[in-house]
């Protein structure tokens, strides 16, 4: 596609419910990347992917959160037995390369509430 | 661990004023480095993108310069207007990972 799409845009959901977010990266862009930014704050590096490497998880806070890619398409961020500290924004980027040498494009992001 | 520092945290200025809004980095083995924009919730748009090789980058009003020796850079934006109103964020590549400062909140007054 022309750009980076995430989906659902908004999701309400109930504490201790499981969620699954969806972020389609543009085509060919090997590299993704997920970030959360909770209301007023900066963005918080979650996880990354590169093409068929092992994933870089340092970011994810902690057993309940989980990603997965197939190649180099789709990635899923999977949040289990949400929590009200899970609310936030879920915002995916892509890049052509690992090293980012012409920039990353992010999506609108996926605005979770958990209530 | 790479650190981004972007200072002020907010500025309010009136419309008309040149201003600099200014990023920090700990680590200058950096690949790029990249500026953002974000309106009140929005996504993020990429503003201007310097290669590490690269002193600066300008776009329109926009004017984006790096020295790597000292872990700065710094986004210059002219003639402001109450459009370039939103959160600027640096964004910091490193060996296959970025990093984001927390932003700067601009405020241009009519």
């Known amino acids: 596609g022309a750009g980076v799409s995430q989906s659902p845009s908004n999701k309400v959901t109930e504490k201790g419910k499981d969620v699954e977010l969806r972020c389609d990266p543009i085509?060919?862009?090997?590299?993704l990347y997920w970030y959360r930014q909770r209301l007023g704050q900066g963005l918080e590096f979650l996880i990354y992917?590169?093409?068929?490497?092992?994933?870089?998880k340092s970011g994810l806070p902690s057993d309940r959160f989980s990603a997965e890619r197939t190649g180099e398409s789709v990635s899923t961020l999977t949040i289990q037995r949400t929590q009200q500290e899970d609310s936030a924004v879920y915002l995916c980027?892509?890049?052509?390369?690992?090293?980012?040498?012409?920039?990353?494009?992010f999506g609108s992001g996926t605005r979770l509430t958990v209530v | 661990k790479q650190e981004v520092t972007q200072i002020p945290a907010a500025l309010s200025v009136p419309e008309g004023e040149n201003l600099v809004l200014n990023c920090s980095f700990t680590?200058?083995?950096?690949?790029?480095l990249q500026w953002f924009r974000q309106d009140p919730g929005k996504g993020l748009t990429s503003l201007l993108l310097?290669?590490?090789?690269?002193r600066e980058q300008t776009s329109g009003r926009l004017n984006a310069s790096l020295d790597k020796s000292s872990g700065r850079s710094t986004l210059y934006i002219a003639a402001s207007q109450p459009g370039d109103s939103a959160t600027y964020l640096c964004?910091?590549?490193?060996?296959?990972?970025?990093?984001f400062g927390a932003g700067t909140r601009l405020t241009v007054k009519p």
């Open positions: 310097i290669q590490s090789s690269q």
């Open positions: 964004a910091v590549s490193n060996w296959n990972d970025m990093r």
């Open positions: 680590d200058s083995a950096i690949y790029n």
């Open positions: 980027a892509s890049s052509l390369n690992w090293s980012g040498d012409y920039g990353y494009t």
């Open positions: 992917f590169q093409g068929n490497s092992a994933p870089d």
């Open positions: 085509s060919g862009h090997t590299a």
